[in-house]
């Protein structure tokens, strides 16, 4: 952990829809309004019309049940709903329908944990409680929520089910907040009851201090990928603040994605402004031992366990099988390719994963998509693997293929293709050694004090063949060659 946060305190509240249920949390409107016109999807009761009486999702208690038996959360047996009411226009009832810890409530579950991996040292980060409440509706501003001449309301979201995982305030740098997240995605990816890669499908308050000064609360932060970017901003602004010797305030602040600030809005709510009070339309909901083994039956292996597994099956280091099962796509990916080529064994299962986390991951990353958007096929990596090794391509060309293999082009139609093979005649290698030695007294005698410059001979041979010279021969003829030169 960097010193430079060793005085910052941040807990996060993590607010997840549950994508992937078909109708909302209290009526039988449709779940999925993305890319509807607005204000279709709505009922009089998820527009909080008099007379309309909720009714609560069962399967929304089992995505639930779900989540919290990934994260080890202790399922509470019965649980009721409350209002927590507050005036906002995309809260037409004037409250929104959440749960409650005090006053006799409960959360849908209590504690938990999440373990992270940061500079090779582990930490459990506890959790608080996971919870069920309403989303409301979505507002719609034009360009910055503070400078916008207006705020139009849609009110398709209103209603649909979201689940919060509160941490306790454990974490001491936006980096371990930025690992809780990654993790905390792969274990809802794997629960399958949430596609987080859709915009607006998360967001995240986070609360913020400096040990010994009141805290600020950073509301909408609306992508995971924002998170450390406004952890960092805010934690600067804080500082900023006391090294000029200000005071700071227990504040709620917005976090402007457009412009990377975060604003201040209010000064903090406090719990009672809210008047929690109990929903009388809705019957407590009990959770019995059944339901809960009944979910524990069916839930698919978790990414810690499948790492443990990955690591005994394919020889992976423990580095290298964390890695991969993080995104469920890749890690299924991965085992199929096992599946296809019985020949492989625990140096070409580390291959594969290499290929996969290092120049295809790095090409996912840079195009913005996921392995499933492309058109890479196992086989093709298999190929390129069994290709290197028979020895017709080097591991650099291999590398120059990954456009051409993500638009499911075959390697043998590549290699063909490209004309680019693996230089592996033994006669004209050698002339272009003794070329290259030649052509550099400079690195000669650099070589005569230092055998290490031999390197800066590969370099150039690698050159003059546009990397296609076979590395191992190259090595062997240049150590024969520069014998006669010394
Ligand atoms: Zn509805």
Redesign the pocket.
Known sequence: MSSKYEDVIIGLEVHIQLTNLKT?L????NNDYRGSEPNT???????GLPGSLPVANKKAFEFATRLALALGSDINDSTYFFRKNYFYPDLPKGFQISQYNKAGGRAFADGGKITIKLNGKKKDLILNRVHLEEDPARLVHKGSIATSPYALVDYNR??VTLIEIVSEPIMNSPEEAREYLRQLKSIVQYTGISNLDLEGSCRVDANISIKGHPRSEVKNINSFKEVERALKWEIQRQKNLLRRGKELIQETRHWDDKRRVTIGLRTKEFEKDYRYFPEQDLVPIEIDQDFIKHVMEKLPEMPRERSKRFQEAYSLSEFDADNLVLDKNSADFYEEGIKIDKSFESEEFKLYCNWLMNDIAGWLNENNKEIRDTKLQPEQIMDLINSIKEGKITTKIAKTYIDEMMKGTPISTIIKESGIVRIADEKYLENICRKVIQENPKILEDYKKNPKAKMAFVGKIMKETKGQADPELTNEILERLLKEFI
Do not use: N, R
């Not at 209290?26 to 409107?29: A, K, M, R």
């Open positions: 909302k209290f009526c039988s409107c999807h709505s009922c009089p009761i998820c527009l209103s209603g």
